[in-house]
Each structure stands twice: as C-alpha cells, then as structure tokens.
Nanobody, 123 residues
Framework: QVQVVESGGGLVQPGGSLRLSCAAP????????IGWFRQAPGKEREGVSC????????YYSDSVRGRFAISRDNAESRVYLQMNSLQPEDTAVYYC????????????????WGQGTQVTVSS
C-alpha cells in the first residue's frame, strides 16, 4: 500500500520556523494533488494547505495564510510546507496526504496518509 512519509517536525520557539517535507515512493507525489493537515490535541484534524498536481492552484487556511508556504519539487518528488512565525496554537501533528483535488482546506479530503510529524511551538 502506498504511504507518504512526513519529516521535519520538532520543537521550536514562538516566532520560529520549520520546514516540513512529504515524500513517497516513486513519482506518486508528482501525479497527485497534495494536502497538508494538522491535528492539535483534543481537536479534529483540519486542512492547512494544498497544492495541485502541476502547482497552478494553491490554497491556505485562514489561520496560516501569510505565514506558511506550500511548494512542490517534482524533480525530487517532494512537497514542502515552510512554516514561519510559528505560534503555540500551531502545535499539532502535521500530516501530508494525497488528495483527489486541491480545494479550500476546509473541504480537503485525504486519500493516502502518512504517519504524521509532531510540531511543538513552545518557549
């Protein structure tokens, strides 16, 4: 079964930055739209951002717009989430997933999921 793998999480102070990476075997990422999601303790998983297969459509949730940037490198078969100006409320497990279509994050539906990577923002 195809699985995506996230990396790049960690502990960072408020105002800091992290870059998350999403990878998968072969070129499966290149052929699909990819979404980033997160789940904070005690909360439901929420869509954060997505990028279409060829990168011509990108969406962000209101909570991260202007601070996070999604990008894809099809030559490397990776999708990234650059997270800047991190705040404690960004603390969550972050997941990337293959999505059927890149739409507004509150409508994103993941089809193939990774195990997630923990992001903790704390002083």
């Amino acid at each position: 079964q195809v699985q995506v793998v996230e990396s790049g999480g960690g502990l960072v102070q408020p105002g800091g930055s992290l870059r998350l990476s999403c990878a998968a075997p072969g070129n499966i990422l290149d052929l699909n739209a990819i979404g980033w999601f997160r789940q904070a303790p005690g909360k439901e998983r929420e869509g954060v951002s997505c990028v279409s297969r060829n990168g011509d459509r990108i969406y962000y949730s209101d909570s991260v717009r202007g601070r996070f940037a999604i990008s894809r490198d099809n030559a490397e078969s990776r999708v990234y989430l650059q997270m800047n100006s991190l705040q404690p409320e960004d603390t969550a497990v972050y997941y990337c997933a293959i999505v059927s279509v890149c739409v507004e994050p509150n409508q994103l539906r993941g089809a193939v999921w990774g195990q997630g990577t923990q992001v903790t923002v704390s002083s």
